[in-house]
């Protein structure tokens, strides 16, 4: 894996979950911007992550946008996490057995 691209991947999951927290900065009308991040926030997810893990968490970004009082939980941020820490160490685990 590019180490660049890692974070790269790094640094846009960082910026699109703090667009998500623009509903806590303007209370009221921030719950409506969610309804055009949600769809967004998905479709963005599914083109930074390829396949299965990529559609699945783009289901849970769009859920998790659309819900009111969720938008705390950084989605995309915990999917790179996942993706390069988590998911490398279980490589690494299958390898070494």
């Known amino acids: ?9 790094l640094m846009l999951s960082l910026f699109f979950d703090a667009i998500g927290y623009v509903s806590f ?6 719950e409506f911007l969610d309804i055009a991040w949600a769809p967004a926030s998905a479709y963005i997810m599914t083109k930074m992550y390829k396949g299965n893990k990529g559609k699945i968490a783009a289901a849970v970004s769009f859920i998790e946008e ?8 950084p989605t995309f941020t915990l999917m ?7 998911s490398s160490k ?7 057995a």
């Open 80 to 86: 790179w996490l996942y993706t390069y820490v988590l």
């Open 25 to 30: 900065i303007i209370p009221g009308l921030g």
């Open 90 to 96: 279980e490589v690494k685990q299958t390898i070494e």
């Open 1 to 9: 894996m590019n180490t660049e691209n890692k974070y790269t991947k």
């Open 66 to 73: 659309a819900l009111p009082g969720l938008d705390v939980i």
